[in-house]
């Protein structure tokens, strides 16, 4: 079955768009004129949810966001002109980007990773449940994105393979990753540990014995301390470190 990423999770103090008080926005970005059509079918026949437009290449992205002002973007990876990536950076150097939730045939790929560490909130397979895409809509909307533990597990073996031509850039990854954790407290580096194995507020509150709010706390201290933008980047940066 198609994994899709998303867990209970908190909203985090990165730049958002003002919360919208009626459906959800959602801007399609993909190359395959079917995709957008099943997925504005799909998504289409939400009450919760609204397609405000679609675009056919990344170019278009940010002119797109500035007519549609969309919560979520749902962005394909590999496009001919401007690919995912590269509208996704873009789009998270606005004042007040959208979400952005990476579409792909691919589980992990180094694509993927690249666009999470841009800071897209998250991924979904093509051939994901609609079911599950609406759901995974409401929480990056909400800002809760993050990654399952089935995901997370895809990304350790990818990140920390070893033996491959990239072996040095992991290991730069790694001591740049290990100096930056190195200025967390004790407690925030568990807590990000934990972020990085997946689990979801309620799991953390109950493995490091602290409350939920507690939980939340720490998770925004740790983004405003790391200068990130979401738990997904913080997740990353643990496997850099190679701390799971």
């Known amino acids: 079955m198609a994994t899709v990423s998303g867990a209970d999770v908190d909203p985090t103090p990165g730049p958002h768009p003002e919360p919208s008080t009626g459906p959800v926005r959602v801007l399609i970005v993909d190359d395959d004129a079917l995709v957008r059509a099943g997925l504005s079918m799909i998504l289409g026949g939400v009450p919760e949810l609204r397609v405000v437009g679609e675009v056919a290449d990344g170019s278009g992205v940010l002119a797109a966001v500035e007519a549609h ?33 990476v579409l792909t045939t691919f589980d992990v790929d180094e694509y993927v990773l690249r666009a999470l560490r841009a ?18 809509i409401g929480r990056v909307a909400a800002g809760e994105a993050t990654l399952s533990p089935t995901v997370t597990r895809k990304l350790i073996a990818h990140v920390t393979g070893t033996g491959t031509p990239g072996r040095r850039d992991a290991d730069l990854r790694r001591d740049r990753a290990v100096r930056r954790l190195d200025a967390l407290s004790v407690r925030e580096r568990e807590v990000a540990v934990a972020i990085g194995r997946g689990w979801s507020n309620a799991e953390i509150s109950a493995a490091l014995f602290m409350s939920v709010a507690t939980v939340k706390a720490y998770v925004s201290r740790l983004l405003t301390k790391l200068e990130l933008t979401n738990r997904v980047q913080v997740a990353l940066l643990v496997h850099d470190a190679e701390l799971v």
Do not use: H, S
Request: charged share 25%.
């Open 69 to 101: 002002r969309p919560d979520v973007v749902l962005m394909d990876i590999r496009m001919p002109r401007m690919d995912g990536l590269a509208a996704t950076e873009a789009l998270r150097k606005l004042p007040q980007p959208p979400e952005v939730l």
């Open 119 to 136: 800071g897209a909130g998250g991924f979904l397979l093509k051939d994901t449940p609609p079911a599950e895409i609406v759901a995974a």
